[in-house]
């Protein structure tokens, strides 16, 4: 079963796109039908582990991929892309069902301002608490100064 079958089985209308070829195969799906796609590689096709959530500014719309790993034989590793409008980008926490998703979650909303919603922990991660501003959008200013530090050196 491909990962595109396991999740259209399993949640009917959330397949958005399939590239089943090439060096990086994935699925796209809805974005709120993300949890139950997840659980549907997890229960079909044994992927124990979310490897990687990274988010990507395309400028005009953000994006957010999960890379998901079976570790027992065969090995393989699935993805699944969702795409977010660029103003207020949110998706559901998978933090639920993969604790992996703690902290890769908090990344990517910490660099690219992408919420979870539901996450047990949606603080910043890696940039102080009142840092202003996701670094890693495209359209972010740098500031010139932090706490009397001059940023431009």
Known sequence: MTPKEAVAARVPGAVVEAVETGPHPFVR??????????????????AQMLHLV???????RMEVVYHFARVDPPAAMHCLKVTLPREAPELP????????????????????GIRFAG?????RILLPED????????????????????CTK
Do not use: C, Q
């Not at 709120?32 to 096709?45: G, K, S, T």
């Not at 990274?54 to 005009?60: I, K, L, N, T, Y």
């Not at 926490?93 to 690219?112: H, I, K, V, Y």
């Not at 996450?119 to 603080?123: D, E, L, V, W």
């Open 29 to 46: 799906v809805k974005p709120e039908h993300v949890v139950e796609a997840a659980r549907a590689l997890r229960d079909a096709l044994g």
């Open 54 to 60: 990274s988010g990507v500014d395309h400028a005009d």
């Open 93 to 112: 926490t998978l933090a639920g069902d993969w604790e992996s998703a703690n902290w890769l979650e908090r990344e990517t909303w910490d660099l690219l």
């Open 119 to 123: 996450h047990p922990h949606p603080y």
């Open 131 to 150: 840092w202003e501003g996701h670094p890693l959008r495209k359209d972010y200013v740098f500031p010139t100064e932090y706490h009397g530090i001059d």
